[in-house]
């Protein structure tokens, strides 16, 4: 980690939360993430060596503490108390990016394998009732290969799959990539998105009922956003 080469306390923290990736990394693991391919889809930007290297600093700093997985085969990653105190510094920040940096996206920010990767974890798998549902999610934009995804809600959980499961579809989801980003951000309502024609939703009436519930968004999609002084 590089240095400010000063002794003053915000320079000293600004070392280690600052570095590239890190505030990312500690994002997800506040999220529940805990193991390296967790962590890895939250910023897929980052190579897997360079993950590596950012984990092994943290560790060094006390920042997150690694620990043998119950199967004993690989390690998870955990915040240390020094670890949460940093978290409600990513939600300041993550509060102060939804109330000024709210804009229409970029090429390079619309990232298929980042929302699904939110999706999932934003999900409530009990939104169904506790029965087996299965989701189907198509991102009408995207390439044939890229386009059909899965959400097998069953036991409490949510699992995405790449590859069809099997099992009959409760509820199917249509609608471009960003249209899908802008609901998850809270920039546009699950409503707006289907009265507009924006998003497509087909199933059992139970199903379609659930969906507002099933539909995860960010935790701070609630925030609203303030006009920038130069955008007047």
Request: aromatic share 8%.
């Given at each position: 980690m590089k240095s400010y080469g000063q002794f003053c306390p915000v320079a000293k923290a600004a070392e280690v939360f600052c570095e590239r990736w890190t505030p990312l990394i500690l994002r997800d693991?506040?999220?529940?993430?805990?193991?390296?391919?967790?962590?890895?889809?939250?910023?897929?930007?980052?190579?897997?060596?360079?993950?590596?290297?950012?984990?092994?600093?943290?560790?060094?700093?006390?920042?997150i503490e690694r620990r043998r997985s119950e199967a004993g085969s690989s390690w998870t990653y955990h915040l240390t108390p020094a670890g949460e105190?940093?978290?409600?510094?990513?939600?300041?920040?993550?509060?102060?990016?939804?109330?000024?940096?709210?804009?229409?996206?970029?090429?390079?920010?619309?990232?298929?394998?980042?929302?699904?990767?939110?999706?999932?974890?934003?999900?409530?798998?009990?939104?169904?009732?506790?029965?087996?549902?299965?989701?189907?999610?198509?991102?009408?934009?995207?390439?044939?290969?890229?386009?059909?995804?899965?959400?097998?809600?069953?036991?409490?959980?949510?699992?995405?799959?790449?590859?069809d499961p099997g099992f009959e579809v409760a509820l199917y989801i249509a609608a471009d990539l960003p249209t899908l980003i802008y609901i998850w951000r809270g920039d546009l309502t699950l409503h707006s998105a289907r009265a507009e024609g924006r998003l497509r939703a087909h199933g059992g009436r139970d199903a379609i009922r659930a969906l507002?519930?099933?539909?995860?968004?960010?935790?701070?999609?609630?925030?609203?956003?303030e006009p920038r002084a130069d955008a007047a």
């Open positions: 693991m506040a999220g529940g993430a805990c193991r390296f391919s967790q962590l890895k889809r939250g910023i897929p930007l980052a190579s897997p060596s360079l993950l590596s290297s950012r984990l092994k600093a943290l560790e060094a700093e006390g920042i105190e940093f978290v409600p510094l990513v939600l300041a920040l993550g509060t102060w990016g939804q109330r000024w940096s709210r804009r229409p996206l970029e090429e390079h920010e619309i990232d298929l394998d980042l929302l699904l990767w939110a999706m999932e974890n934003a999900v409530d798998p009990n939104a169904f009732g506790g029965a087996r549902a299965l989701v189907e999610v198509d991102v009408t934009d995207q390439p044939p290969h890229k386009r059909r995804w899965w959400f097998l809600n069953e036991a409490g959980r949510c699992e995405l799959c790449v590859k507002p519930a099933w539909l995860g968004v960010s935790l701070l999609a609630h925030v609203k956003p």
